[in-house]
């Protein structure tokens, strides 16, 4: 199978290089893997990291916000007929070596599979208590409109198969999209699966949510689930 | 209505109309949003020329002043072009959006 690694990158210039170099120590079994950055109108030096160490790069002409750079993504991986394609964040959080067990999730016939932080007791990822509490009212809500328990609704460590990639290049939230996307397809009859992985602490770089945005988030993200879960009723049928 | 006040308000529709003309001519304002406004000083200019007209509608839906009808309809408006204006910007955002997408994998492409 062939399989892409999306990395999403905004001011990563410190970051996206290690994040390339441990991208391309991975082997998988009979796979190919690809990746592809999507440079989302960094104002620092990310662009010219790139291009200096010659990495794949498409660079946006300006800023989208995180939904807009992810799906150009998929709709690379969609053009070039990739079979798996895996979100992976640029700053060092993600780590490779989880790469495998998603694809061969992907492989045993789930259509998403995402890299869950509260799956298991593996995971150390430290986060500060106000988080848990709003990932967990995500995930709360996000049963009670699907049925489904997600354990870690808010992850960006996605693998996607054909069928994911091509729904998702036609139609893909434009910001903070993980919660919602996933509603849309366990709404429409996709097998979601959620498997632990461990993260790391963000080397550099913040995080796209900092507290001053979080009720916003919170309040933006539990009507984008809501909506999810009323408008993909009728396109499942 | 005093003669001067109807004269004054009937320029400024007037005035209005040939600003959203011109407008039109320089193709910084498409069809499909002169006619909005275009209706509306047409209505104004109707507004001043007939008030009784005003006043039928008043006593019929029992709204006891002229002034407060044409503020709630002016409001209400207002409230719905502006409505209709995020709903442009939203659209929009989407295509942009889809442009800069294509336009950056072609450029990808390309320089392959």
Known sequence: ??????????????????????????????????????????????????????????????????????????????????D???????DGQHDGSYINNLVTEIKSGNNIVIGSRFVSELS??????????????LSWLIK?????????????????????????ANDYPIDYPEPDTIVTVIKKGYQVAEIPVKMNKRENGKSSINPMKSIYYMIKV?????????????GSE | MPLKLVVVLILFALLFVIYVWRNVLKRNL???????????????????????????????????????????????????????????VSIQKAKITTLAQEVAILKYEKDK
């Open chain 1, 84 to 90: 798996v394609a895996i979100q992976f964040d640029g």
């Open chain 1, 144 to 168: 009670v409109v699907t049925g489904k328990k997600i354990y870690d609704p808010t992850s960006g460590f996605r693998a996607a198969d054909k069928k994911i990639i091509q729904l998702f």
């Open chain 1, 222 to 234: 539990s009507l984008a689930i809501i909506i999810a879960g009323a408008s993909s009723k009728k």
């Open chain 2, 30 to 88: 498409i069809i499909k949003y002169a006619l909005l406004w275009l209706i509306f000083s047409i209505a104004m200019t109707i507004a001043v020329l007939i008030p009784d007209f005003l006043k039928i509608i008043c006593n019929s839906i029992g709204i006891a002043t002229v002034s407060n009808f044409i503020f709630f309809l002016g409001f209400g408006i207002l409230l719905f072009i502006t409505f209709v204006l995020t709903e442009v």
């Open chain 1, 1 to 82: 199978m062939k399989v892409l690694v999306i990395i999403p990158a905004y001011n990563e210039e410190k970051s996206i290089l290690k994040t390339v170099n441990s991208l391309e120590k991975i082997k998988l079994k009979g796979h190919t893997l690809d990746y592809i950055i999507i440079n989302d109108g960094s104002t620092d030096k990310t662009k010219e990291v790139c291009e200096m160490n010659q990495l794949n790069l498409i660079d946006l002409p300006f800023n989208l916000g995180i939904g807009g750079a992810v799906q150009t993504g998929y709709k690379y991986a969609y053009y070039n007929n990739y």
């Open chain 1, 124 to 137: 150390e990822f430290k986060s500060t208590k106000i988080r848990r509490i709003g990932i967990s009212f």
